[in-house]
């Protein structure tokens, strides 16, 4: 379809944007020359002329929504403008790279799905950014030199920026199980430069090591499954592995944890006892779906017990917030019968802090007080 091809979808996207920046400043302009309403002739005798006054302030916040309004426009100019400018001699057997841009970085080529993935690539190719918040979080919390795991890696958004804080001196081991994304995910690994130490795998990291079923979504490439949901969905098989033998030889243990693996996050702690119980107690960024967990045969409050037993501090993460929120057992207790009941299909993320850890002064200004 003519949507799909690229430069032609980057096109129509900035069409769209410079007609809705257009809007803004007409409406700003028609504000601009209006007359104030005519002050009522002064009462006849007075002592002294009457002053009527033209209350302003409705009129002013008009404009300072539509000039903020116009801001957000042009900045999305900029951006699609930047992406076309990469895409402009791009033809279909060659990369479709975008301009990532994350406060606190410098700009950086970035490869995505050309077509068929509805919202990591689609939301990449709008605005050059995935998940502002987390992204911002999972970056504060790593730091130079780290040693870092990157569970459900898709085509490498984390990995890539984690690669850049960590630096040569870090350790980045991605895991992305679907061929697909996993072959983007290298790439992008690759046009990292001065970055960390990058191992890509092809795996699914679980309880144990041999192969699953991994149930593939026809559009959104960052939601592949271990379980069927009732849906007609195509299904590979993939090499599985845990990290009890992942790590059973590494000189030292990774500091974080990233982990968007839809609903295997607890297969994923269940194949790390051995490492829990010699006290390896790293950050996580995790997805806590109870939709998936309970899909996959788990227990939601199992996953969560084993976090709150190992004396984490938890945050909830989400996108809709411009902050983290303290969670404690009972809460969740009480979202899991409404918010994010397995049923409902909602899910959080959580981020675990070890107890004691000064890595929460990182982000101690996003939390909600």
């Known amino acids: 379809m003519l949507r799909d091809i690229t430069p032609v979808r980057q096109l129509a996207r900035l069409y769209r944007a410079i007609l809705s920046a257009a809007e ?4 700003l302009s028609a ?67 975008i301009e990532g841009n994350v406060p606190g970085f410098e700009p950086f080529a970035f490869e995505i799905h050309r077509a068929g993935d509805a919202y990591i690539s689609t939301e990449l190719e709008a605005t050059g950014i995935w998940e502002p918040l987390e992204t911002s979080v999972i970056t504060r919390l790593s730091r130079p030199g780290d040693f870092v795991l990157d569970i459900g890696g ?6 890539v920026l984690l690669s850049k804080v960590l630096g040569p001196a870090g350790q980045i081991i991605t895991f992305e199980p679907d061929p697909r994304n996993f072959a983007m995910l290298s790439r992008n690994l690759e046009r990292v430069r001065g970055g960390a130490i990058a191992t890509p795998l092809q795996k699914a990291v679980s309880d144990a090591e041999g192969t699953l079923k991994l149930f593939l979504s026809p559009d959104n490439l960052g939601d592949h499954r271990i379980f069927s949901d009732g849906t007609e969905r195509p299904t ?8 009890d033998a992942i790590l059973a030889d590494a000189s030292r243990l990774p500091d974080l944890v990233k982990s968007d693996a839809q609903g295997s996050e607890a297969r994923i702690f269940r194949g790390a006892q051995g490492l829990f119980s010699k006290g390896w107690r790293p950050i996580f960024l995790m997805e806590f779906w109870p939709f998936g967990l309970t899909n996959s045969g788990d227990d939601p409050m199992w996953l969560w017990g084993q976090l709150a037993g190992m004396g984490y501090q938890m945050f909830e993460l989400t ?38 850890s000064d890595r929460l002064t990182s982000i101690e200004d996003l939390v909600a007080r």
């Open 24 to 27: 803004s400043l007409a409406t």
């Open 31 to 97: 504000h601009s020359q209006q007359p104030a309403p005519a002050s009522a002739p002064a009462p006849t005798p007075a002592p002294a002329p009457v002053v009527q006054y033209f209350d302003a302030r409705p009129r002013l916040d008009a404009n300072e929504a539509e000039i903020r309004r116009l801001s957000t426009e042009v900045e999305r100019l900029k951006t699609l403008t930047r992406h076309l400018r990469l895409q402009s001699a791009s033809m279909d057997n060659r990369p479709f790279l």
């Open 154 to 159: 898709n085509i490498g958004w984390y990995s």
């Open 236 to 243: 590979i098989e993939v090499p599985t592995a845990t990290l």
């Open 319 to 356: 996108e809709a917030r411009s902050t983290l929120l303290s969670i404690d057992e009972l809460r969740v207790r009480s979202e899991i019968t409404d918010r994010l009941s397995p049923t409902s299909g909602s899910f959080i993320n959580l981020v675990a802090i070890p107890s004691g």
